[in-house]
């Protein structure tokens, strides 16, 4: 397993991490290396630009994108790279996330980005994916997937009952 990072996390303002936390965290959790940067499409088109345009010779696979608002991070993202491109929807105030999701999975053909769901699932759900498309190349993280997953099952398994907390 490299040590460089395999995996970006983005998004588009500080005010984003407690949603993209979760994201770091997953990927820590599997061990996966990986960098986090606040890069804006809109205040930082440029940084933007030359992050996507990098990301692959500096050995990135995959790059897990939040944005919240308008969302237009991950989709520009995508159309400067062709790595796989998580969008994650960051919920809003005003909207509750509803339009970040809108703006990202809404991307015209040829520029795809997966698209999860508003807020910290998202997160998660996006860091999961990306140990799953990394599991192909390093079995090691299928094989750690494959055990998370077996512990959620037996958890659940072991606690049927609401009412008493583990």
Not at 6 to 22: F, N, Q, Y
Not at 140 to 156: A, N, P, S
Request: glycine content about 10%.
């Amino acid at each position: 397993m490299p040590t460089r990072p395999l995996v970006g996390v983005i998004m588009g303002s500080r005010s984003d991490w407690p949603t993209m936390e979760a994201a770091g965290e997953i990927l820590s959790r599997f061990q996966v290396p990986h960098e986090v940067v606040v890069v804006s499409a809109h205040r930082t088109p440029d940084k933007l630009f030359d992050y996507a345009e990098s990301a692959e010779e500096r050995g990135l696979e995959i790059i897990i994108a939040g944005a919240g608002g308008a969302a237009h991070l991950p989709g520009m993202c995508a159309s400067k790279t062709v790595l796989p491109v998580f969008g994650v929807p960051v919920e809003s105030a005003i909207l509750r996330g509803v339009d970040s999701l809108l703006s990202i999975v809404q991307m015209p053909g040829g520029v795809p980005v997966g698209t999860l769901s508003i807020g910290k699932s998202g997160a998660k759900n996006a860091a999961l994916l990306a140990v799953a498309v990394l599991g192909a190349k390093y079995p090691h993280l299928r094989e750690r997937l494959k055990e998370f997953r077996r512990h959620q099952t037996q958890d659940v398994i072991d606690n049927p009952d609401p009412r008493i907390m583990t």
